[in-house]
């Protein structure tokens, strides 16, 4: 079983959807990230997360320590949207980041 | 701000051939990054440095694999000989101090070993 699970797989939404894609992960973290990766492209850095709640724009993620849990939420999407989503969770002290397998996002015009 | 800068963006080599990859970090970043990133799967840490001083290398496999990072600022990674599977793309990413800020990454550079 992997560290980091991913949810949904794949998803395809139409513009203009509410879009949550989940990360669970079973072991003790000291920060959890969210990256985005465009085909082609590098991967850019959304969020980083110890607790709580942040906000960029049309995009929110959630993290609840004790469930072990996070969600990447995007409001109105847009087809510029359309990418891979990667969850990654740091342990502790150590330097290593586990990744999840990711979230192919469409949005359909 | 500037970002993470790397080179060449593209490369196709032969099996047995050697490439290296070049990436300047962002100005003011103690630590940098390199990793690997096979189609389909997640990047891989391959090398991580405080400044001039390698943080963990535990991936990376060091008979054919080199990197430096000399005066703690861009930082080069060699592949010699290369095999059929390093075929994958190289991220460097860069941040203030570790983990607890955020990472920035670069392009990547995309080789392909025929």
């Known amino acids: 079983k992997n560290e980091v699970e991913q949810s949904p797989q794949n998803l395809t939404a139409q513009e203009g959807e509410f879009i949550t894609i989940n990360c669970s992960y079973s072991?003790?973290?000291?920060?959890l990230h969210w990256l985005q990766q465009h085909p082609g492209g590098g991967i850019v850095s959304l969020f980083m997360?110890?607790?709580?709640?942040k906000k960029h724009g049309r995009l929110i993620a959630t993290i609840n320590i004790q469930e072990k849990h996070s969600s990447l939420h995007i409001t109105a999407s847009h087809p510029r949207d359309s990418a891979v989503y990667i969850c990654a969770v740091r342990l502790g002290s150590n330097y290593q980041l586990i990744w999840g397998a990711g979230t192919k996002l469409i949005i359909k015009p | 701000e500037a970002g993470v800068a790397q080179s060449p963006r593209y490369k196709i080599i032969e099996k047995r051939q050697s490439v290296a990859f070049w990436c300047n970090p962002i100005s003011g970043h103690a630590t940098l990054y390199w990793y690997q990133q096979i189609l389909g799967q997640g990047p891989k840490l391959l090398i991580q440095?405080?400044?001039?001083?390698?943080?963990?290398d535990s991936q990376l496999p060091k008979d054919r694999f080199s990197a430096e990072r000399l005066k703690g600022v861009d930082s080069t990674l060699k592949i010699q000989p290369a095999k059929l599977e390093d075929s994958a793309v190289y991220l460097c990413a860069s941040s203030l101090i570790d983990y607890g800020n955020t990472i920035y990454f670069g392009e990547g550079s995309w080789l392909t070993v025929v």
């Open positions: 997360l110890s607790s709580g709640k």
């Open positions: 072991v003790g973290i000291s920060a």
């Open positions: 440095f405080q400044n001039n001083g390698v943080v963990d």
